[in-house]
């Protein structure tokens, strides 16, 4: 892997399969009585949140803690970025407290990249979700757990049939998904109204489709999205009542699903609007694993970034 994760396109397959084989070792470590590793002591992670998080936050914390490393966690609503301090002079004061990986989560598209790319801090960047672009550690972290459902699938998801249904145009962990998902060779539909569906999703190698009930007959996964309000300038659709109707998941679509079928939601859940409440709670949902493996991967991630090989199960102090 190279030094900074800010995209799905940054890896190949044998570096994504990587990660989940390194964080699928350290699971093992984690069920056991050790639960930390000495790997990362005397590493400085920071987790510098723009937008709000609670998975994404406390799961890169608990990694990192997990492998030892210090953690710093920048909240901008409770920092000078308040009184107008720009990103690059918030970097830099991460730089000079001697930052190893810091971990971004802002509301810009490309915010990730701009600060890997500007030279303004010699750390490792990984991207936790930069606007409507994209989240990896959530598609790795996704891929993680459908693997972890249908073991037979190892390093080749030939055959998964995968639907992500929803807010597509808002939502980077779609973007991530499909790009891991596709890379990983599983079949991708994705399903909601036109006014959601991104113009670039041609180049997207996905199917498309507008009829829930048609499309998931035959899903091996069905990957819910939130619904983001708080992004949506205009109406996206006529009433939240419509949308449930249309591409809510209910307890009739729950039960026509595949008896093997699996239900993921990246979290938090709008329940009532994408995700009814039994369904959510119910015996194909996967969403608490979800969480779970995410803390793995995030370890994994760390481990491989900032110690510099997947993980075999041996321990160094
Ligand atoms: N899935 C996800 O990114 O959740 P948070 O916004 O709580 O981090």
Redesign the pocket.
């Known amino acids: 892997m190279d030094k900074h994760l800010l995209s799905i396109n940054d890896l190949s397959a044998d570096e994504a399969i990587q990660i989940l084989n390194t964080a699928s070792e350290l699971s093992k470590i984690s069920d056991g009585p050790m639960k930390k590793l000495p790997t990362l002591r005397g590493r400085t992670v920071v987790n510098l949140f723009f937008?709000?998080?609670?998975?994404?936050?406390?799961?890169f914390e608990s990694a990192a803690k997990r492998l030892s490393a210090d953690v710093i966690n920048f909240s901008a609503k409770d920092s000078s970025v308040s009184k107008g301090e720009s990103l690059k002079d918030t970097a830099q004061t991460l730089q000079a407290m001697g930052a190893d990986a810091v971990v971004i989560?802002h509301g810009a598209s490309g915010a990730a990249q701009r600060l890997a790319d500007s030279g303004w801090i010699s750390a490792s960047v990984i991207n936790?979700?930069d606007g409507t672009h994209e989240?990896p550690t959530?598609a790795l972290l996704d891929a993680y757990t459908i693997r972890s459902k249908f073991p037979d699938l190892k390093s080749d998801f030939s055959g998964l049939k995968v639907a992500i249904v929803g807010d597509i145009l808002h939502s980077r962990?779609a973007r991530s998904n499909v790009l891991l998902l596709t890379k990983l060779g599983a079949k991708v539909t994705l399903i909601a109204p036109p006014t959601l569906i991104p113009v670039g999703v041609v180049d997207w190698n996905v199917d498309v489709s507008y009829d829930f009930d048609s499309a998931v007959k035959d899903v091996d996964v069905l990957m819910m999205l939130r619904v983001q309000s708080e992004r949506m300038a205009d109406s996206f659709f006529p009433s939240e009542r419509e949308y449930s109707r249309g591409y809510g998941l209910d307890i009739a679509r729950l039960n026509s699903l595949k008896e093997s079928a699996i239900v993921m939601h990246?979290?938090?859940m709008n329940r009532g609007l994408e995700i009814s409440a039994e369904s959510a709670d119910s015996h194909k949902s996967v969403v608490l694993a979800?969480v779970s493996n995410?803390v793995l991967i995030r370890m994994a991630v760390l481990y491989q970034l900032l110690g510099g090989a997947a993980f075999t199960g041996e321990v160094s102090a």
């Open positions: 937008e709000d998080s609670t998975r994404t936050r406390i799961s989560r936790a979700g989240h959530q962990v990246p979290g938090p979800q995410g």
